[in-house]
């Protein structure tokens, strides 16, 4: 029914940056918020950034200052710009979304299927 997709990862080096992009499609009704999380090996995921559709942002403290999310709600598609990246941020990166379908009421979580994100140092 709704499926996100995601682009945009690959390798980089220290200080580089990068531009990941998630669209979302299907049956949509309506996207209440939007984020992205990362899981290094070894680690458990974390959030990263989100962004409700009122616009209210959140950051983890690691990438405040460096990483920005933003939404264009006419392509139900989130961003996150990635600038001056650490080895530290290497990663696979998820898009999630909570978002409401036309066919059943309420809201659900769906995640895209991952990005790697590669910082060399």
């Known amino acids: 029914q709704v499926q996100l997709v995601e682009s945009g990862g690959g390798l980089v080096q220290d200080g580089g940056s990068l531009r990941l992009s998630c669209a979302a499609s299907?049956?949509?009704?309506?996207?209440?918020?939007s984020g992205w999380y990362r899981q290094a090996p070894g680690k458990q995921r974390e959030l990263v950034a989100r962004?409700?559709?009122?616009?209210?942002?959140i950051y983890a403290d690691s990438v405040k200052g460096r990483f920005t999310i933003s939404r264009d709600n006419a392509k139900n598609t989130v961003y996150l710009q990635m600038n001056n990246l650490k080895p530290e941020d290497t990663a696979v990166y998820y898009c999630?979304?909570?978002?409401?379908?036309?066919?059943?009421?309420?809201?659900?979580?769906?995640w895209g299927q991952g990005t790697q994100v590669t910082v060399s140092s």
């Open positions: 962004i409700t559709s009122g616009g209210i942002i």
């Open positions: 299907g049956s949509i009704f309506s996207i209440y918020a």
């Open positions: 999630n979304a909570a978002i409401a379908t036309i066919e059943a009421p309420g809201k659900y979580d769906y």
